[in-house]
DNA sequence: GCCATGACGGAGC
DNA sequence: TGCTCCGCCATGG
């Protein structure tokens, strides 16, 4: 796979996360056909266009929480609100329980 | 081409 | 639980 290809695998496995599931940047990345490359999958999520379709808040890191973004937290936030809005719920240290809604395909 | 830098993950302590 | 320490590999300087 090429830069292009891999890009486009790994858009394609987190479009198909059915809404309320998560899944991890390895899951992902395995899943694409990319393994024990998750740090992949966060470029790839970080150079997505706002616009684009593309489900990212659905993927958390291996912990089920939600990864730093550098940012002021302000894309964290979106993040947790997008996945409540879709009956993902946290923890008191703001990670989802994966055991209840990682996404098993 | 060398090097630091990560939306990461697993092992070890 | 919560650190560190590595391996990982595409990117940008």
Same mark, same amino acid.
């Given at each position: &796979?090429?830069?292009?290809?891999?890009?486009?695998?790994?858009?394609? $496995? =987190?479009q198909s996360i059915p809404?309320? @599931?998560?899944?991890?940047?390895?899951? #992902?990345?395995?899943?694409? !056909?990319?393994?024990?490359?998750? @740090?992949?999958? !966060?470029?790839?999520?970080? +150079?997505?266009?706002? +616009? %684009?379709? $593309?489900?990212?808040?659905? #993927? =958390?890191?291996? *912990?089920?929480?939600?990864?730093?973004?550098?940012?002021?937290?302000?894309?964290?936030?979106? *993040?947790?609100?997008? &996945?409540?809005?879709?009956? =993902? %719920? /946290?923890? @008191? @240290?703001?990670? =989802?329980?994966?055991?209840? /809604? *990682?996404?098993?395909?």
């Amino acid at each position: &796979l090429n830069a292009y290809e891999a890009y486009d695998a790994i858009y394609d $496995v =987190v479009q198909s996360i059915p809404p309320g @599931r998560v899944a991890t940047y390895g899951q #992902v990345a395995e899943l694409a !056909g990319l393994p024990r490359r998750a @740090r992949m999958v !966060g470029r790839a999520l970080r +150079e997505l266009p706002d +616009e %684009s379709g $593309v489900p990212w808040h659905r #993927v =958390v890191n291996s *912990q089920g929480a939600i990864s730093d973004r550098g940012e002021c937290g302000e894309s964290e936030r979106e *993040q947790r609100r997008l &996945l409540r809005a879709e009956g =993902v %719920s /946290f923890d @008191r @240290r703001g990670r =989802v329980a994966l055991v209840r /809604f *990682q996404w098993d395909p």
